[in-house]
């Protein structure tokens, strides 16, 4: 399978800031990679102009070391000459067709033999497990058998790489659920070389092999998803990838509140290379934790930093409960995996291990690691 590599891509509408600036871009061979990041961030606008619906204002593309887009050396080919299959958020599916009819019609086009048409209309639908709706209409299914027949038209042309346009948007919260297990079985049948637009982060978490967060056309991070969750390059990553988001604070001279001026200074006591660089630290709201001590108990290990909040919100979701809690005038969001016993308006004493803590810079880019840093957390779950 090849790999995608965008250089120094450019797509701008009009007189508005670019959609997508001077965009870098490689996308591994054999990988799931999910274009991640908010609405109008640009991550639709790559796919289509990978898929060349969408002309380069500048840059080029290459699939698997063969131009397929540059507008110095004046290449461009056209979509059906990519080999490349694209699924849409709408099925799109010709309601007159029968199931069977609406995955041969690539074929059709490409005036396959009927018997091997047939041959490979049945491989994809059992493929998708949608075989034994072979002579169904598409109004007789349900939204995600209709994914599943939209994908099976993708797989029968056999395309090089597979574009999907947030093709799960549509479904309800357990046929998601369903769908992304199938995806990632497929991936892992074929080996293609995929690329999901999503702007849901659970989609990108659970099947992507590797993950692009976007923002204003621009790339924030490239790498494999819990790399992203436990090490975000950046506050908007950090914020973005997250549910509760991460809970980020300035950590400048101002000594009010816990995460100040005393937080910055045992960092910087014990990492002297950070002193003047520092200025942003977040936690995960999984990294703080509830503790039964008073404000009176004997002082934490060193390690350790605990204060009190005043609990304002419990959110119990059943596998966990998520906590709201004011720290001196700062919000801040825990999450426990234990039972809570808090009620709005309790004072709580919580604690965090300083080496959950990731430190970003005054151009909020994450701050190198220790040189001996702590074991990598990547083989646990978020």
């Known amino acids: 399978m090849p790999t995608i590599a965008l250089t120094a891509v450019r797509k701008s509408y009009g007189t508005h800031p670019p959609a997508i600036d001077n965009l870098d871009l490689e996308i591994p061979d054999g990988s799931f990679t999910c274009l991640l990041g908010p609405s109008g961030c640009g991550k639709t606008t790559t796919l289509r102009m990978i898929a060349g619906l969408e002309p380069l204002d500048a840059g080029s593309i ?67 497990q949608i075989d034994w709706a072979a002579d169904r209409y598409p109004a007789q299914l349900s939204g995600g058998q209709q994914q599943r027949v939209s994908l099976a038209r993708m797989l029968v042309i056999n395309p090089e790489v597979l574009l999907l346009d947030e093709p799960l948007s549509n479904l309800d919260a357990q046929l998601r659920l369903e769908m992304r297990a199938e995806l990632k079985r497929l991936h892992d049948e074929t080996g293609h070389t995929i690329v999901f637009v999503t702007h849901d ?33 950046n506050t908007f990553v950090a ?35 950070l002193n003047g660089a520092l200025r942003t630290v977040g936690v995960r709201p999984e990294a703080i934790r509830l503790s039964a001590r008073s404000a009176a108990a004997d002082s934490p290990p060193g390690g350790l930093l605990e204060f009190d909040a005043t609990v304002t919100t419990v959110l119990p979701t059943g596998s966990s409960t998520t906590v709201s809690l004011d720290a001196a005038g700062t919000e801040l969001y825990l999450v426990s995996f234990q ?44």
């Open 239 to 273: 914020q973005f990838v997250g549910s509760p988001p991460m809970n980020l604070f300035d950590v400048g001279t101002d000594e009010s509140g816990p995460f100040r001026g005393a937080v910055h200074d045992r960092i910087v006591a014990e990492r002297p290379e």
């Open 201 to 233: 982060q659970l989609e990108a978490m659970t099947m992507a092999t590797h993950v692009v967060v976007m923002n204003k056309g621009e790339v924030q991070q490239l790498a494999p998803p819990l790399e992203i969750y436990h090490r975000p390059a």
């Open 62 to 128: 290459e699939v698997g070391g063969r131009i397929r887009d540059s507008v110095e050396r004046g290449v461009f080919v056209p979509p059906e000459e990519r080999g490349m299959g694209l699924v849409f958020q709408n099925y799109a599916l010709w309601p007159h067709l029968t199931v069977a009819r609406n995955v041969e019609f690539g074929l059709r086009v490409r005036k396959v033999r009927a018997t091997e048409r047939a041959e490979r209309t049945m491989k994809a639908l059992k493929m998708m």
């Open 339 to 382: 039972p809570v016993t808090a009620t709005p308006g309790d004072t709580a004493r919580c604690s965090i291990d300083l080496t959950d803590l990731h430190l970003f810079d005054g151009a909020r880019a994450r701050l190198p690691e220790p040189s001996a840093a702590r074991p990598s957390k990547e083989n646990t779950a978020p």
